[in-house]
């Protein structure tokens, strides 16, 4: 194969792969072009495993060159289709580049390269007293370029914000073969555009990141998560309303519903939070940093039972039972993706929104979805919403996606209704590149094709994600 040896003598055998070479069973081969969707199938023939930014522009060039298209590969833990390699693309696994470049103890940041797993990055800050606040069910497998492809949000941005936001630098191999740098080691720098802006969120379709420069943070001091039943939705939001009546820390404010529960309490193993279920449960995390910030706290607990928003609760005694509670909320994922077949929507909307929405939502489920069963769960604190809908036994996977595509239009013209986003931190991928139009205008989608035509003007970084 003319494209291996070539390849071969660009980087180095031990770097280069292929699905007959018989170095890697054909499972393992397959599974760094897919990612967690189950709706499509990995095509591809070759695989590399760069260790460099430099290996990663020798390898775009040569794909520039001879008109080759590319599929970047993380952790693969998206569910938008966009890390799967399904017409015969290179897949680039950034698996390998996985270290330490440099820490800068004054600007408290860490320069790594884009293949490091986002839990070890968590434990790089540790090691050197800082923290990285962004986290989600997914950190121990999840790569940190990936993390910064989609933007990643996770389970504390009420309190810290996207990912985006503690990104100070960048490197990136456009779709050129190019290597671009964005700032790194500076706080400011108002020289023009910030470019690297652009490739937060790009999904891989404007360059593959490489390297980034993460600000670091302190620790939270004293967590204290706390663990709540609630009988109405429209009571959740009454909470949330509740915790800005009182200047105290919240890092999380997530909800989840009993079915939700059900699944995890089985798939983990855990106990059961109180004596009786209850439709929906509140996990909400704050930071104490005083004996005030205690009585806070138990004000905030006493006025919402006071209202009747709540039928039971409990604050975590410990670290064990804080690690408990937060099971509840970041065990649904895999316990459904590992005994089900899901099509998920993760969508966002304005809280103020968001109980009208509900009813329109339910509406439409009833209608279409009567015999599907629902798991709906998010991170209130931000807006987000994932709504899985479950297959049903009795039907084949091929049905139930179709059925699925069928009545996503009529989901997303309710939030597009409601001023919501189809996406709120998965990504567009394959799976939602044809309703873009549901959350972009026109002009903004002819802005984004003009932006990808200058990082990337042969196309053949991820195509066919994103954009049409």
């Not at 040569?62 to 833990?77: E, H």
């Not at 490489?210 to 909470?239: C, G």
């Not at 959350?439 to 991820?462: Q, T, Y």
């Amino acid at each position: 194969m003319e494209t291996k040896s070539e390849l071969i003598q660009l980087i180095g055998e031990t770097k280069v792969f292929t699905k007959s070479d018989g170095k890697m069973d054909k499972v393992t081969f397959d599974s760094f072009g897919l990612d967690r969707t189950k709706v499509y199938q990995a095509n591809y023939e070759i695989l590399v495993f760069p260790e460099s930014t430099e290996d990663v522009a020798k390898i775009v060039g040569y794909a520039y060159q001879n008109n080759l298209s590319i599929v970047p590969s993380g952790g693969r833990t998206g569910y938008a289709g966009g890390a799967v390699a399904k017409n015969g693309e290179i897949v680039i696994s950034l698996s390998k580049m996985n270290q330490v470049m440099d820490f800068d103890p004054f600007l408290g940041t860490l320069h790594i390269q884009a293949g490091m797993i986002t839990k070890n990055l968590h434990s790089e800050a540790e090691e050197r007293g800082f923290y990285f606040p962004v986290d989600f069910a997914a950190t121990g497998s999840s790569h940190i370029g990936g993390n910064i492809a989609t933007n990643a949000g996770g389970v504390r941005v009420v309190r810290y914000g996207l990912i985006r936001d503690w990104i100070l630098g960048l490197t990136v191999v456009t779709g050129k073969g190019e290597v671009m740098r964005f700032n790194g080691e500076i706080l400011k720098n108002n020289t023009g555009y910030d470019l690297k802006h652009l490739f937060i969120g790009s999904e891989g379709t404007l360059g593959i990141i490489t390297e980034a420069v993460v600000k670091l943070t302190k620790p939270p001091k004293d967590i204290r998560v706390i663990f709540l039943a609630v009988e109405e939705y429209s009571h959740i939001l009454n909470i949330f309303k509740e915790t800005h009546e009182h200047s105290l820390p919240l890092l999380a404010f997530e909800f989840l519903t009993e079915y939700c529960l059900e699944k995890v309490k089985h798939h983990l193993q855990v106990p059961e939070p109180f004596s009786s279920p209850s439709p929906y449960y509140v996990l909400m995390e704050y930071e104490l940093s005083s004996e005030s910030d205690e009585e806070k706290l138990f004000a905030i607990l006493e006025s919402i039972t006071e209202k009747g928003y709540i039928v039971d609760g409990s604050v975590a005694q410990n670290t064990r039972q804080n690690q408990t509670f937060w099971k509840y909320r970041e065990g649904i994922s895999e316990s459904l993706s590992l005994s089900h077949t899901v099509h998920k929507n993760d969508i966002s909307l304005p809280l103020r929104n968001m109980e009208e929405f509900l009813i329109d939502m339910n509406s439409l489920l009833e209608k279409k979805y009567s015999d599907f069963e629902i798991a709906l769960f998010g991170h209130i604190g931000d807006g987000n919403l994932h709504l899985n809908i479950v297959k049903p036994d009795g039907i084949s996977d091929q049905e139930f996606f179709q059925k699925c595509k069928e009545v996503d239009p009529e989901m997303f013209s309710l939030i597009q209704k409601h001023k919501g986003s189809i996406s709120a931190e998965h990504g567009i991928g394959l799976l939602k590149k044809d309703y873009l139009e549901f959350s972009r205008s026109n002009a903004e989608l002819e802005a984004m094709k003009g932006i990808k035509a200058v990082f990337d003007p042969k196309g053949i970084l991820n195509p066919g994600k994103v954009l049409r």
